[in-house]
C-alpha cells in the first residue's frame, strides 16, 4: 500500500499516518444495525445463516438502509423487494444453465422472504405471500442440492406437517441405517431455516436431518389453518417419528430431537414421553413459556388489565400502540387459536414441562447463550436439575462470537457442539 510519508521515515512514524484522508474506499459499508433489538436480532438471524448459503452478509447490511427502524411496514417491504431482485437472478441464472448459481440465488431468496414474512402479519393468510415464495424457492433449488434435499408430507389430523429429509453429503456416511436427528422449531421458525441451522451441518457430518412445520408454525398453517400450537406437542411429533422411523436409511436406535427456541419444549415432551427419542438437544431450554413470554414483553403488558382482540388494534395510530405490538397480539392469536391476548395467556398455563422434566431419561444436550437474559438462564437451570438422564451442558460467552439466541450469531460453533456431542452419544457415521 502506498504512504504518504517520507520513504525514509521510521516505522513508528509511518504506523502513525491516518487514512481519513484516503481517497480510496475500502468498504462503502457501515456495520450497523437498529437500535430496537427484536429488529437487531432478526438482522443477526439473516445474517447468521449465511454460514451455511443462506444469505451474504453484504446483502443483509444493504437493506438495512431501506428500513425505517422500529417499522415491521418497512422491514417486510425492504426484505421482500431483496428477495425478489434475488430470485429473478437465480431464475434466469437456472434458465441459462447455471446450476450452482441459481440454487445458491434461491436459497438467499428463500431467507429473504421468510425474513420479510416476520413482520409481514400475524396471520398465515397476512404472511402467505412471502411466505409462500420462500417455500417455493427452496423447494426448487433442493433439486439442485448434492444429494437432493427430498419433500415429505406427515400425515396428520387429517391434514399434513411438511418438511425437508436432508441427507448426507455424498462421502460423509457409511452403508446401512444412519442417526437422524429431527429438528423442531419455534414460535416462528421454518422448515426451510431449520435446514441452514441444523440441516447442512448434519449432512456435512454424515447424518440424516429432518426438518418440518408443526401445528401454529405458519409453514403448516398455510395448508391446514386449524392446526394451531397444542401445549401436547408430544403428539404431533409422534406423527414425524413414526414417517421418520418408516424410512428405510434411519437407524431406530439412533435418532435425536433438536429444539430450537420454543421447540425445545416440544421435543423435551417428546422426549419424556417417547422412548424412541434417543437424545434431546435443547437450545435454549424452555420448560415454562408463559414465563419465558412474560419476561420476554415485560410484565406490564403480559399482566395488563384490558384484554385486547385482533380487531382491537386495526388501524391504532403508532403513537398510541407501537406496530410491533399490534403485529404480535395477531401473531399469537391466530397460531395460538385465541381470540384474545387474555385468552393466550391463560393458554400459556399449559405450556410447561411441570412434572415430565423428571420423565426425561434419555442424554440432554442443554444450549444457552450467557447474555439470553435471567429467564432463560433460569430454564436451563431448571432443565439441567430436573431431568434424570445425563445432561451436558454449555453456555455460550460473549467471546464465543456465540452469545444471541440460538447461536443465530454464530452457527459454525453451535453446529461442532451439538453434533460433535450427538456423535459421542449415539455414535458418530462411519465411513
Same mark, same amino acid.
Given at each position: 500500500?502506498?504512504?504518504?510519508?517520507?520513504p525514509?521515515?521510521?516505522?513508528?512514524?509511518?504506523?502513525?499516518?491516518?487514512?481519513e484522508?484516503?481517497?480510496?474506499?475500502?468498504?462503502?459499508?457501515?456495520?450497523?444495525g437498529?437500535?430496537?433489538?427484536?429488529?437487531?436480532?432478526?438482522?443477526?438471524?439473516?445474517?447468521?445463516?449465511?454460514?451455511?448459503?443462506?444469505?451474504?452478509?453484504?446483502?443483509c447490511?444493504?437493506?438495512? *438502509?431501506?428500513?425505517?427502524?422500529?417499522?415491521?411496514?418497512?422491514?417486510?417491504?425492504?426484505?421482500?423487494?431483496?428477495?425478489?431482485?434475488?430470485?429473478?437472478?437465480?431464475?434466469?441464472?437456472?434458465?441459462a444453465?447455471?446450476?450452482?448459481?441459481?440454487?445458491?440465488?434461491l436459497?438467499?431468496?428463500?431467507?429473504?422472504?421468510?425474513?420479510?414474512?416476520?413482520?409481514a402479519?400475524g396471520?398465515?393468510?397476512?404472511?402467505?405471500?412471502a411466505g409462500?415464495?420462500?417455500?417455493?424457492?427452496?423447494?426448487?433449488?433442493?433439486?439442485?442440492?448434492?444429494?437432493?434435499?427430498?419433500?415429505?408430507d406427515?400425515p396428520?389430523?387429517?391434514?399434513?406437517?411438511?418438511?425437508?429429509?436432508?441427507?448426507?453429503?455424498?462421502?460423509?456416511?457409511?452403508?446401512?441405517?444412519l442417526?437422524?436427528?429431527?429438528?423442531?422449531?419455534?414460535f416462528?421458525?421454518?422448515?426451510?431455516?431449520?435446514?441452514?441451522?441444523?440441516?447442512?451441518?448434519?449432512?456435512?457430518?454424515?447424518?440424516?436431518?429432518?426438518?418440518?412445520?408443526g401445528?401454529?408454525?405458519l409453514?403448516?398453517?398455510?395448508?391446514?389453518?386449524?392446526?394451531?400450537?397444542?401445549?401436547?406437542?408430544?403428539?404431533?411429533?409422534?406423527?414425524?417419528?413414526?414417517?421418520?422411523?418408516?424410512?428405510?436409511?434411519?437407524?431406530?436406535?439412533?435418532?435425536?430431537?433438536a429444539?430450537?427456541?420454543?421447540?425445545?419444549?416440544?421435543? *423435551?415432551?417428546?422426549?419424556?414421553t417417547?422412548?424412541?427419542?434417543?437424545?434431546?438437544?435443547a437450545?435454549?431450554?424452555?420448560?415454562?413459556?408463559?414465563?419465558?413470554?412474560e419476561?420476554?414483553?415485560?410484565?406490564?403488558?403480559?399482566?395488563?388489565?384490558?384484554?385486547?382482540?385482533?380487531?382491537?388494534?386495526?388501524?391504532v395510530?403508532?403513537?398510541?400502540?407501537?406496530?410491533?405490538?399490534?403485529?404480535?397480539?395477531?401473531?399469537?392469536?391466530?397460531?395460538?387459536?385465541?381470540?384474545?391476548f387474555h385468552?393466550?395467556?391463560d393458554?400459556?398455563a399449559?405450556?410447561?414441562?411441570?412434572?415430565?422434566?423428571? *420423565?426425561i431419561?434419555?442424554?440432554?444436550?442443554?444450549?444457552?447463550?450467557?447474555?439470553?437474559?435471567?429467564?432463560?438462564?433460569?430454564?436451563?437451570?431448571?432443565?439441567?436439575?430436573?431431568?434424570?438422564?445425563?445432561?451436558?451442558?454449555?453456555?455460550?460467552?460473549?467471546?464465543?462470537?456465540?452469545?444471541?439466541?440460538?447461536q443465530?450469531d454464530?452457527?459454525?460453533?453451535?453446529?461442532?457442539?451439538?453434533?460433535?456431542?450427538?456423535?459421542?452419544?449415539?455414535?458418530?457415521?462411519?465411513?
Amino acid at each position: 500500500m502506498a504512504s504518504r510519508t517520507d520513504p525514509g521515515a521510521a516505522p513508528e512514524e509511518v504506523s502513525a499516518v491516518s487514512f481519513e484522508d484516503s481517497d480510496v474506499v475500502r468498504s462503502a459499508v457501515r456495520v450497523e444495525g437498529f437500535h430496537d433489538d427484536e429488529f437487531n436480532y432478526q438482522l443477526i438471524r439473516a445474517m447468521g445463516v449465511a454460514d451455511y448459503g443462506g444469505s451474504t452478509v453484504g446483502e443483509c447490511l444493504a437493506v438495512v *438502509a431501506e428500513i425505517t427502524d422500529g417499522s415491521p411496514t418497512s422491514w417486510t417491504r425492504a426484505f421482500e423487494r431483496l428477495a425478489q431482485r434475488v430470485e429473478a437472478e437465480g431464475r434466469v441464472s437456472l434458465a441459462a444453465g447455471h446450476r450452482v448459481s441459481g440454487r445458491d440465488h434461491l436459497l438467499r431468496a428463500s431467507t429473504y422472504y421468510r425474513t420479510a414474512e416476520y413482520y409481514a402479519g400475524g396471520s398465515a393468510g397476512g404472511a402467505d405471500a412471502a411466505g409462500a415464495r420462500s417455500q417455493a424457492c427452496f423447494s426448487d433449488a433442493a433439486a439442485a442440492i448434492d444429494p437432493p434435499v427430498e419433500r415429505i408430507d406427515v400425515p396428520f389430523d387429517s391434514g399434513t406437517l411438511p418438511g425437508y429429509l436432508v441427507r448426507p453429503v455424498l462421502g460423509a456416511s457409511g452403508t446401512g441405517p444412519l442417526p437422524t436427528v429431527i429438528a423442531v422449531g419455534g414460535f416462528d421458525s421454518s422448515a426451510e431455516e431449520l435446514f441452514f441451522q441444523l440441516g447442512v451441518p448434519g449432512a456435512e457430518r454424515g447424518w440424516n436431518v429432518v426438518v418440518f412445520d408443526g401445528p401454529g408454525q405458519l409453514g403448516c398453517m398455510r395448508t391446514n389453518p386449524g392446526m394451531t400450537f397444542r401445549p401436547d406437542y408430544e403428539v404431533p411429533l409422534a406423527a414425524v417419528l413414526d414417517a421418520v422411523l418408516a424410512l428405510p436409511d434411519v437407524d431406530a436406535g439412533r435418532v435425536a430431537l433438536a429444539g430450537q427456541s420454543f421447540g425445545s419444549y416440544f421435543a *423435551a415432551r417428546a422426549a419424556a414421553t417417547d422412548l424412541r427419542v434417543g437424545a434431546l438437544v435443547a437450545n435454549p431450554p424452555v420448560v415454562d413459556m408463559g414465563r419465558y413470554m412474560e419476561a420476554w414483553v415485560g410484565t406490564d403488558v403480559y399482566r395488563m388489565i384490558r384484554d385486547i382482540r385482533p380487531e382491537d388494534v386495526t388501524g391504532v395510530p403508532e403513537d398510541l400502540m407501537p406496530r410491533q405490538m399490534q403485529w404480535g397480539i395477531e401473531a399469537i392469536c391466530t397460531r395460538f387459536g385465541v381470540p384474545s391476548f387474555h385468552a393466550w395467556r391463560d393458554a400459556m398455563a399449559s405450556y410447561r414441562l411441570g412434572d415430565l422434566t423428571g *420423565a426425561i431419561s434419555c442424554p440432554v444436550l442443554a444450549l444457552v447463550g450467557e447474555r439470553e437474559g435471567a429467564e432463560p438462564r433460569a430454564q436451563f437451570d431448571a432443565l439441567v436439575a430436573g431431568v434424570t438422564g445425563p445432561v451436558t451442558s454449555r453456555v455460550f460467552r460473549p467471546a464465543d462470537g456465540a452469545s444471541a439466541h440460538c447461536q443465530s450469531d454464530n452457527l459454525r460453533l453451535s453446529a461442532q457442539v451439538t453434533f460433535d456431542w450427538l456423535d459421542a452419544e449415539l455414535g458418530a457415521p462411519t465411513g
